[in-house]
């Protein structure tokens, strides 16, 4: 069954699994001890840590070892903050960051903090121009991911950092995406990453602070990974990890290439395969091994479910794969298409014939869930004749899809846009959040107006005027 969901989650290395079973045998004692075992694990952990630290590009006594990605993330934050907070308590942050970082943003602006989140592009880009134009004399602390988790897009790191570097402001790069493929550029002051995002073991994160960056480690002192991460270290992890992060860079540039030709395969066919759909992300300066698509007219959790069915594992951005049924925030930010939001990343391996088979099964998989749900033919234009719709103004036709979720109201819209003549309006009654994205996305990808929203019936009423 082909696993395409390697940005979650890669599978373990072999490499990592390796080194994981030898080190349970070495690494078991305290590595603070003087005694053998103590020793030979001290040994264990040292040469993990420089092994690391070359693939980050820093020196080993500036790279700690925490229990997550998640904690490497929340520890360089607060670190940083703590360390610099007679400056002042503003952070920088871009909109499409990774939920762990913006959890730590609204934690510290509820803690009386402020936050100031930098728009992106339709490709999910950062400016580096605006990201400067976010610094202030006040500000602690930016924020800005070497790669997008979601869309794949590569931020402009090397920019960004030296307009930080010229503000005098120290820069926190997320490289849990990329950290596999090469190191970060750029003057960049505090880097963490994930283990098993490139086949380490789970439960292993590496946070990076440069020297002479203001840090001040929270909770109670530690001696352990200078401060930053308390505990007894697990050795054999961390031994894996560093072990799998050195051989799949060894591996990077044959697979980079031959994943990213992969990807082009998906980008260029599922546009020419499957009707009404948008490839998000840049097409260029983006990971090798992420493509992700919006299907119109589809519910995404039931296009993954149907696609596990046909054995391929994928993720979403969908409203419709989600408790909170809001769009995610990578999407909403870019303000694309969210409904039927397929993420493929493909892991180290993947086979041609896997992508052949995927999309073949693909284009199929969505004419049925588009059947199920009712969707109006696929095509560019619109559908049907104009006529009244139940209303005395042929040119003013109401849908209300008041309690009903995505994909419906964009469904729905799509019936009754070909019912008003041209220059005649739509107005969709809706409560679902996904609509704010998917309404305004719809118009784009079909040429017509969007007016704008008003509150209407407990919901919101939004305007689409026909244009041909």
């Known amino acids: 069954m082909p696993y395409f969901d390697a940005a979650s989650s890669a599978p373990l290395h072999p490499v990592a699994r390796q080194a994981l079973q030898a080190s349970l045998d070495e690494g078991w004692a305290d590595p603070a001890r003087l005694y053998r075992e103590g020793r030979r694990a001290r040994l264990l952990l040292d040469a993990a840590r420089e092994a690391a630290a070359e693939a980050v590009a820093c020196r080993p006594d500036e790279l700690s070892f925490t229990g997550s990605g998640t904690r490497a993330v929340h520890c360089g934050i607060y670190g940083s903050l703590s360390g610099r907070r007679r400056v002042g308590r503003h952070l920088v942050v871009s909109a499409v960051e990774h939920s762990s970082v913006l959890h730590s943003a609204a934690s510290h602006e509820s803690d009386g903090g ?94 990076a602070v440069r020297k002479g960056v203001r840090f001040a480690p929270q909770g109670p002192a530690d001696e352990r990974e200078s401060g930053r991460a308390p505990g007894f270290e697990n050795i054999p992890a961390i031994v894996a990890a560093a072990a799998s992060l050195r051989a799949v860079r060894a591996e990077a540039d044959a697979e980079s290439a031959r994943l990213r030709a992969l990807v082009d395969r998906i980008r260029t066919r599922v546009a020419e395969l499957v009707p009404d759909v948008e490839v998000v992300g840049d097409p260029v300066r983006r990971l090798p091994h992420l493509v992700t698509f919006s299907c119109l007219y589809v519910d995404g959790e039931t296009l993954l479910h149907e696609l596990d069915r046909a054995e391929f594992s994928v993720s979403s951005g969908s409203s419709c794969t989600s408790s909170t049924l809001t769009p995610s925030h990578v999407l909403r930010a870019m303000g694309v298409l969210s409904e039927g939001n397929v993420r493929v990343s493909l892991p180290l391996g993947t086979t041609d014939g896997d992508v052949d088979r995927f999309l073949e099964v693909l284009p199929g998989v969505v004419a049925s869930v588009r059947t199920r749900l009712g969707a109006p033919a696929a095509t560019g234009g619109t559908a049907g004749t104009a006529g ?71 919901g919101t009423a939004y305007r689409v005027r026909r244009t041909s």
């Open 114 to 207: 402020s936050v100031t989140e930098v728009a992106v592009d339709r490709t999910g880009r950062v400016s580096p121009e605006v990201f400067a134009a976010a610094l202030r004399p006040g500000t602690a602390l930016a924020c800005l991911q070497s790669a997008n988790h979601e869309v794949g897009t590569v931020q402009p790191v090397a920019e960004v950092a030296e307009a930080c570097r010229a503000a005098g402001v120290p820069l926190l790069v997320d490289a849990a995406q990329s950290l596999a493929w090469a190191p970060v550029d750029g003057a960049w002051s505090i880097l963490a990453a994930s283990a098993h995002k490139w086949g380490g073991p789970a439960g292993v994160g590496l946070l």
């Open 388 to 458: 009244t719709a139940g209303t005395a103004d042929p040119a003013q036709v109401t849908v209300d899809s008041l309690g009903r979720l995505c994909p419906i109201p964009v469904i729905e819209l799509a019936k009754a846009i070909g019912k008003v003549p041209v220059g005649g309006v739509v107005t969709v009654l809706a409560d679902d959040e996904a609509a704010r994205l998917d309404i305004p996305a719809w118009c784009e990808m079909r040429d017509q107006e969007y007016l704008g929203e008003h509150a209407a019936g407990g």
